[in-house]
């Protein structure tokens, strides 16, 4: 597998909510470790009727972002759970992982919409190809440009000017927010300590202090240092590297 294509897929992946449903519990659990590596957050269901209590509990507060599921399983099989979970949304990507490789399965979640036919057994090149058909549909890269990525694992969403981590939203005051909106507009450049005061405060009452103060607050509240000082002159945002 290319390093270079699965850091790529890795980049659009990793901070979506994944909803895995399977019976087996030898496979469940394979899957399992390579799913890891493309998923931080995952939600596993044992049959359909789990994965369809997930997927309601789940559809009005923090939504799944993508569907991998079975299709035979007891109590309410994979095609029956689709059904179900179409007639709420249609637009959720939802990948087959199944053993069945007959026309009849296949045209039937067809017929249901799903985005992904993988056949098992599979392995990891085999899950990343389906995974970036996706990307490349723009199901799961379609918001990418309002997500920035930040060191220490955090993401800012630009539209909705929040900082998150682990999913969860960091909670900011207004010139917290106003600090990180005035280096993600300006692309994370080094800028001054009165460039930073001007936009920040606006008494015109320069004071440098009252921004060592906010990003001191701030490296205190997140533990960690997103905003880089740099000596005599003011601070950097700290993007994410990929390798």
């Known amino acids: 597998m ?5 850091e790529k897929i890795i980049y659009y992946t990793q901070n979506l909510r994944l909803l895995y449903i399977e019976d087996n519990i030898n496979v469940r659990n394979q899957t399992l470790k390579m799913l ?6 995952i939600d596993v269901a044992n049959n359909g009727e789990e994965g369809l209590f997930l997927f309601k509990k789940n559809n009005i507060s923090s939504s799944f972002d993508l569907i991998i599921t079975d299709l035979e399983m007891p109590i309410i099989d994979g095609i029956s759970m689709i059904n179900t979970i179409r007639s709420i949304d249609k637009q959720i990507p939802i990948l087959i992982f199944s053993a069945h490789s007959n026309t009849d399965y296949f045209l039937q979640t067809i017929s249901i919409g799903i985005d992904g036919y ?11 190809n389906a995974l970036m058909n996706i990307i490349e549909k723009n199901r799961l890269s379609n918001n990418e440009d309002d997500i920035v990525h930040l060191e220490y694992d955090f993401i800012w969403k ?9 999913n969860k939203v960091v909670k900011l005051t207004k010139n917290e927010i106003k600090l990180f909106t005035f280096f993600i507009n300006s692309k994370g450049t080094l800028k001054t300590y009165d460039t930073i005061e001007s936009f920040i405060f606006t008494d015109f009452n320069s004071n440098n202090k009252r921004i060592r103060n906010l990003v001191s607050r701030l490296k205190t509240k997140l533990d960690c240092e997103l ?10 945002l700290k993007y994410k590297k990929f390798i």
């Open 118 to 128: 993988v056949l098992k057994p599979y392995d990891i090149e085999t899950i990343s």
């Open 2 to 6: 290319d390093k270079k294509k699965l």
């Open 36 to 41: 890891k590596i493309f998923f931080d957050t």
């Open 158 to 166: 630009i539209k909705e000017s929040l900082l998150y981590k682990d």
């Open 227 to 236: 905003f880089e000082s740099i000596y005599s002159y003011g601070y950097k």
